[in-house]
Nanobody
C-alpha cells in the first residue's frame, strides 16, 4: 500500500481542517489505518487510528473530542476531521497502515505502523 496525505494548511486557532489520505494497492481494506504528527524537534506522535472496517477507532488523549478519523474503503481514502484546532496541533501529519496485530492492541507506537506516506503540513496560528 502506498499512501499520500493532503489537505493541510494554515488556520487560525479554533478553526477546522480536514485531512485526506489516498491509498493505492489492492489490500487497503485489509488494514487498520492511523494518523500521526510530528512537530519540529519532536518525536512522531500518535493521533488516531481506525479499524479495517471503520467500525472502531481510538485517539490520543490530546485530540479526543476534537478530531475524528474515518475511512471510505470503496474510494481507498482515510480522513481526519480536525475541529477546534490549537497552536499545539501544528505539525506535519502522516498516515500509515496498521496491521491487525497493531490495531487489536490499541498500539500508539509508530514502530508498529508501516507504509508511511508523505506528510501534509498543518499550521495553527494563535
Amino acid at each position: 500500500v502506498q499512501l499520500q496525505a493532503c489537505g493541510g494548511g494554515l488556520v487560525q486557532a479554533g478553526g477546522s481542517l480536514r485531512l485526506s489520505c489516498a491509498a493505492s494497492g489492492r489490500t487497503f481494506s485489509s488494514y487498520g489505518m492511523g494518523w500521526f504528527r510530528q512537530a519540529p524537534g519532536e518525536e512522531r506522535e500518535f493521533v488516531a487510528a481506525i479499524s479495517w472496517s471503520g467500525g472502531s477507532t481510538y485517539y490520543a488523549d490530546s485530540v479526543k473530542g476534537r478530531f475524528t478519523i474515518s475511512r471510505d474503503n470503496a474510494k481507498k481514502m482515510v480522513y481526519l476531521q480536525m475541529n477546534n484546532l490549537k497552536p499545539e496541533d501544528t505539525a506535519v501529519y502522516y498516515c500509515a497502515t496498521a496491521p491487525v496485530r497493531t490495531y487489536s492492541r490499541g498500539s500508539q507506537d509508530p514502530a508498529d505502523f508501516s507504509s508511511w506516506g508523505l506528510g501534509t503540513q498543518v499550521t495553527v496560528s494563535s
